[in-house]
């Protein structure tokens, strides 16, 4: 054992002198087998990369094919007799021609059949949906389809090489006379590069193909075979730097529930879900449930939980999930056994022109082969019709029988389009004796003028390929095109901002006095809910600002005067500022906003001078304007210690404006004297019913444009109102019925079943501005409001019921028959009788109606929002009966 120890030692030490010596090293110990170890490397690690790249990862230009894929599909063609095979017995019949088993035949195989173009399957092949496996090879079956047999094979135009043991032949590239590489795609990871290339629509490459031909600007984009939507913008021709953004297709089923019916390429029913799952574990996004029924079509159920927006949900699914993905093309092709980066366009290009060859080449392997063909009907024609066969009954030798037919020959070698051979010769005299007693010398010489006639068509198209080239094109799309209309919509996608699609998931807390902000200060000041990837914005009292990200614990610096959520490129919330600059310096007043910083870092509200002072702060959604009262420290000779300011005379500017000067004294306070109305005009809000919130995003009923007192009008269908502000963050009840923008001039008709006396009454009023919920119908429980109405002049219809069924309606005149009181009052008893049903129909026409239009044109709320579903048809018409 010592002595085995010894040996091994010494080994392992003559090793590691050699490789630290770089002297030749023989693994067979020969003097002339010695190689340089870092040769060694150099040589066999080229080899095996350029091995990969060649016959492994990387398609050829020519066919589209990898050599896996090309070596399946000329096995089949070798078992092809029109029926299916067995997978297993494709995958042992091609093993003759790859060397790398059947695992990687197999798998080539399903992914060739899953493309639906070259393969007819049959049996359970997977399910490219759910992401499910094929069958085990022993179950299923295969053969060529037959676009692969037209347009795929042709051994006249093949070239071949010998297989890897040597036993066999197999095609260098096979014939395709189509751009099968863009029509199928192609991902493959080679030794120091990679190739994706994405699949494009059948029908579109082929019109590209013709538009190459005519010499027209070509222009195509992929299609995927899950769908969805696209966006192309990026696609850069398919070459690298590239990108291509991808949406699943989703809808609304209904306000609570969102489906999801085409996926993005490359994604599977389970990792989609899985990705929304993960989401929402997040907080990211805020789902009850997901059903999966996808069977031969994709369907997943993605269910909200109450108070969630379908429209915000889908984009945060966008945004968080896989339903949204982006792929980066990468097109890499084998030309001339060495790979090239090339756009789309130019495969394209090189298809074209190789199909244009191939298109040639067969007609000029068949023009050949009817001349042949010509040549021999011509040779016997000559042979029989002047009985040459009769000249050689006294030859003794075949030379002397060759002369012979020769020599009767050489008077009709003028008419023949070549020489006439020996083999032509001993082919005529092989002839039989019966065949020239029933030589029909009519067929004959219809089988040479159609064998002409073919000829001269031929010569035809070679003069005009390019049509020729369109037409094959042509035909090919009217054969197998039908059927393969592009999947995947064209769009162009706007950027979904993470930040406002993203659920609240967090509370954001405040230690003024430590100076600390973040999620994890649970037990000091709570400042608002936020996400986990909002970004926060804090003013500092010396005039410091800056930007950071949400955290469990931040330190942003001692004495915060304003923290909030930082909506990036938010131009409406404007900064009203009194600043005094330095220890002894001016009062300055400036209104800026700000858009956006770099994270983390200070800036300066002011000019940055030492020892500067916020006064005066308050930041405004809407760009409102106070007016602030200036108390100055008094002095010997100041006549004036207390002025006004109005913020809406300072005009608005970059947040690096150091401002106006607002004071040259010292300041002793400054307090705010008037709210203020904004400078920027109105905001427009909209209304999305399925979530009661308001928007800016164009989601759901247009209400208005706002002014900073308007304010916004909601009915519920318990008969109470409210009047809020319009801020986004709002909240409304679940019953509510009427939203829109408060008009104080508007008259409401109200018709209510009154719980104490159980009467119907008739009511008329004019809101009253109030922040509290008022109720305008009595408040024992069995009462009611049943119709609420707003126009100016409106009429009511009584129905009668009961014992009085049989009396004849009535139509009432509501502005006649009640004056307007106010929202309080019970109102007027419609009828002593029993009433069945009551609605307002058409209003009165009315000459003080048409004065009021004009003045109403104007005025943006034309209309009134309703979302009760007992409403009826009629929009100026709500009722709860």
């Known amino acids: 054992m010592a002595k085995e120890e010894e040996n091994n030692e010494e080994i392992s030490e003559t090793q590691e002198s050699l490789l630290a010596s770089d002297k030749k090293f023989s693994p067979t110990g020969k003097p002339g087998d010695s190689v340089y170890l870092s040769g060694m490397y150099k040589n066999w690690f080229l080899d095996y990369a350029s091995y990969v790249i060649l016959e492994r990862a990387v398609p050829h230009v020519y066919d589209g094919l990898k050599p896996v894929q090309r070596r399946i599909l000329h096995s089949m063609k070798q078992l092809d007799d029109g029926r299916y095979n067995k997978v297993a017995n494709i995958i042992g019949h091609t093993m003759q021609y790859h060397p790398h088993g059947d695992a990687s035949i197999g798998e080539a195989l399903v992914q060739l059949g899953q493309k639906n173009l070259l393969i007819d399957c049959q049996g359970n092949w997977g399910n490219i949906y759910t992401g499910d496996s094929a ?14 047999l037209e347009v795929v094979f042709n051994p006249k135009t093949t070239f071949w090489k010998p297989s890897y043991d040597g036993r066999n032949k197999e095609p260098i590239t096979l014939p395709v006379k189509f751009p099968l590489l863009l029509a199928q795609g192609v991902e493959g990871i080679a030794v120091g590069l990679a190739s994706k290339i994405l699949p494009h629509n059948f029908n579109e490459l082929i019109d590209a193909c013709i538009d190459s031909l005519q010499d027209k600007k070509v222009e195509f984009f992929p299609d995927f075979p ?30 609570k ?7 993005p390429f490359g994604e599977t029913t389970d990792s989609l879900i899985e990705s929304i799952i993960k989401a929402n574990d997040q907080g990211k996004i805020k789902i009850k449930k997901i059903d999966d029924n996808t069977a031969a079509h994709v369907e997943i159920l993605v269910h909200l939980i109450p108070g969630a927006s379908p429209d915000i949900t889908i984009d945060a699914l966008f945004a968080f999930t896989k339903c949204q993905v982006s792929i980066s093309p990468n097109a890499c092709i084998i030309e001339e056994d060495k790979p090239r980066f090339i756009g789309v366009s130019e495969i394209l290009q090189i298809s074209v022109q190789n199909t244009l060859c191939l298109l040639r080449r067969e007609l000029e392997i068949e023009r050949e082969e009817l001349l042949a063909e010509w040549h021999s009907a011509s040779l016997e024609k000559y042979f ?14 075949e030379d002397d029988m060759v002369a012979v037919i020769d020599k009767g020959l050489a008077a009709f070698k003028k008419k023949l389009k070549r020489e006439v051979t020996r083999e032509d010769i001993i082919r005529l005299s092989e002839i039989p004796f019966k065949r020239t007693t029933k030589y029909n010398a009519f067929k004959a010489d219809e089988h040479i003028k159609s064998i002409e006639g073919k000829i001269e068509m031929i010569d035809h198209h070679l003069e005009h390929i390019i049509q020729y080239a369109i037409d094959w094109y042509k035909k090919i799309r009217k054969k197998y095109g039908t059927g393969r209309e592009r999947k995947t919509e064209i769009r162009n996608f706007d950027d979904i901002q993470a930040t406002r699609v993203v659920a609240a998931n967090e509370k954001l807390y405040v230690n003024r006095k430590e100076g600390f902000i973040g999620t994890g200060l649970k037990k000091d000041e709570f400042i608002c809910d936020c996400s986990d990837i909002d970004h926060i914005i804090v003013f500092r009292r010396d005039g410091k600002y800056l930007i950071t990200k949400v955290a469990d614990k931040t330190f942003v610096g001692k004495d915060i005067i304003h923290i909030a959520v930082f909506n990036k490129n938010d131009e409406r919330t404007i900064y009203n500022v009194v600043y005094r600059d330095g220890k002894y ?28 002072k916020i006064l005066y702060f308050s930041a405004n959604p809407n760009g409102e304007a106070e007016i602030i009262k200036v108390l100055l420290k008094p002095k010997p000779k100041m006549k004036k210690i207390v002025f006004e300011q109005d913020f809406s005379q300072i005009d608005i500017k970059g947040r690096s404006a150091h401002g106006n000067i607002l004071t040259k004294h010292d300041v002793h306070k400054i307090v705010l004297k008037e709210q203020g109305t904004s400078t920027l005009g109105g905001l427009k809000i909209w209304f999305d019913r399925d979530v009661l919130r308001l928007n800016t995003e164009e989601r759901g009923d247009y209400l208005g444009e706002f002014m900073s007192d308007d304010k916004i009008l909601t009915i519920t269908s318990s008969g109470c109102y409210i009047l809020t502000n319009y801020d986004l963050t709002n909240h409304f009840e679940e019953d509510l019925l009427i939203i829109e923008k408060f008009d104080p001039q508007k008259i409401w008709s109200v018709v209510h079943f009154d719980g104490e006396q159980c009467e119907t009454y008739l009511k008329r009023f004019q809101i009253e501005e109030s922040d509290k919920l008022n109720s305008f119908i009595s408040e024992h429980p069995e009462s009611k409001m049943i119709l609420i109405n707003d126009d100016k002049w409106p009429q009511l219809e009584i129905s009668f019921g009961g014992k009085h069924k049989k009396r004849d309606g009535e139509i009432v005149d509501v502005a006649e028959f009640i ?3 106010s929202y309080k009052a019970r109102g007027k008893r419609i009828s002593p ?4 049903e009551v609605s307002f129909i058409e209003p009165l026409s009315k000459e003080e109606e048409s004065q009021s239009d004009n003045a109403d044109s104007e005025d943006d709320l ?7 579903k007992k409403a009826p048809k009629d929009p100026k018409q709500m009722s709860l009966f």
């Open 135 to 148: 069958a085990a090879p022993r179950y299923i079956e295969a053969r060529l389809s037959k676009f692969a």
């Open 226 to 255: 899950t769908g969805g939507f696209a966006d192309f913008s990026r696609y850069n021709d398919g070459l690298r730097g590239g990108a291509v953004k991808i949406r699943a297709k989703i809808s609304r089923l209904d306000k």
């Open 257 to 263: 529930t969102l489906v999801i019916t085409e996926l």
């Open 384 to 397: 029989i019709e002047n009985k040459i066969y009769l000249k050689i009954e006294g030859s003794k030798t």
């Open 585 to 612: 310096g001016n009062a300055m007043i400036k209104r800026c906003a700000i858009v956006g910083m770099i994270l983390d870092k200070e800036y300066d509200i002011g000019k940055g001078t030492e020892s500067s």
């Open 819 to 821: 004056g307007v009181k």
């Open 833 to 836: 009788y029993e009433i069945s």
């Open 862 to 868: 034309g209309f009134t929002n309703r979302i009760n």
